[in-house]
């Protein structure tokens, strides 16, 4: 994509985007009201951008038309589903909207279910799943026509953290002859799934690159600090804090980040991910579960 941009009534809400894709798993890393969805909803093709272009093998999307649609499976961050249907009716349902011949669907929605743990639910009125079961069960779906790409906004929400593990291999298992892009505002989601990572604020592309590449732009300002606990407030109110563990003793460890040393005990600490979010967004901390 070349200079995406996407405006409503005067409001930008992606602003020139520019990225290359390949095949393997690339993770959109957002603060909260990024126009993360608008750029995901632009690159599924079920809305037009103001300006810019996307391509695929150089050709624009919007010559391709139903070729590129073949290509794609798509989550969208609102996943609907038909309460009445069973999962297996459901994936039938869509493998037919998509064209799928009849004997291939019933084989992709019975292997589908089974790779996100579904298999024995087949039968069952989507109506009784859970979130996280809805949430598997649209995974399942976006994977019916064997894409070539795969867009996933906000997967891992309301799965709990064995069905969140299971997608992260998962993604790892399909990602070797095809793209997946996933878009979340949980850093843990990203850390070891994705191999490209873009920062995404205010609709403009911050920066890019492997997870420990951008680990370290937190380089040099992460510090942990063991201090009396009625001494760790003021520490919260003078620095970012990505963590506070309380000890015993009446003492807290906080790890946050400074410039310089913020104290004459805080002891310098290996940056990660959360920490380069942290500082990027700044107070902008993802709530997990």
């Not at 599924?44 to 999307?61: F, K, Q």
């Not at 499976?73 to 589903?81: D, K, N, R, T």
């Not at 891992?156 to 298992?173: C, H, K, S, V």
Request: positive net charge.
């Amino acid at each position: 994509m070349s200079q995406l941009t996407k405006r409503y009534r005067g409001k930008t809400a992606v602003d020139r985007f520019s990225a290359r894709f390949q095949s393997g798993v690339y993770g959109l890393l957002r603060a909260n009201g990024s126009g993360k969805t608008t750029l995901m909803r632009m690159l599924a093709g079920v809305l037009e951008p103001t300006s810019g272009n996307i391509s695929l093998d150089g050709v624009p999307i919007r010559s391709l038309g139903e070729r590129y649609r073949a290509a794609l499976g798509y989550l969208p961050q609102s996943f609907g589903v038909y309460p009445r249907f069973t999962a297996m009716e459901f994936m039938r349902y869509l493998a037919a909207a998509k064209g799928m011949e009849k004997p291939a669907a019933e084989e992709a929605a019975r292997r589908l279910l089974a790779l996100v743990g579904l298999e024995r639910e087949g039968g069952q009125r989507v109506k009784t799943f859970s979130g996280g079961m809805k949430q598997r069960l649209g995974i399942a779906q976006a994977l019916l026509n064997d894409p070539a790409i795969l867009i996933l906004d906000e997967p891992t929400a309301g799965l709990d953290p064995r069905e969140r593990i299971r997608l992260r291999n998962l993604l790892g298992e399909i990602s070797a002859d095809r793209l997946v892009l996933l878009s979340t505002h949980i850093v843990s989601d990203l850390e070891n799934t994705a191999e490209q990572i873009l920062m995404v604020k205010n609709g403009t592309l911050l920066k890019q690159g492997t997870p420990e590449e951008l680990a370290a732009l937190a380089g040099g300002r992460v510090w942990i600090l063991t201090v009396p606990q009625e001494e760790a407030q003021g520490y919260q109110g003078r620095f970012a804090v990505s963590s506070l563990r309380r000890l015993q003793g009446g003492r807290v460890e906080l790890r946050l980040q400074a410039e310089q040393r913020p104290a004459p005990g805080a002891a310098p600490a290996e940056p990660t991910l959360e920490d380069a979010y942290l500082s990027c967004f700044g107070g902008e901390i993802a709530w997990e579960g």
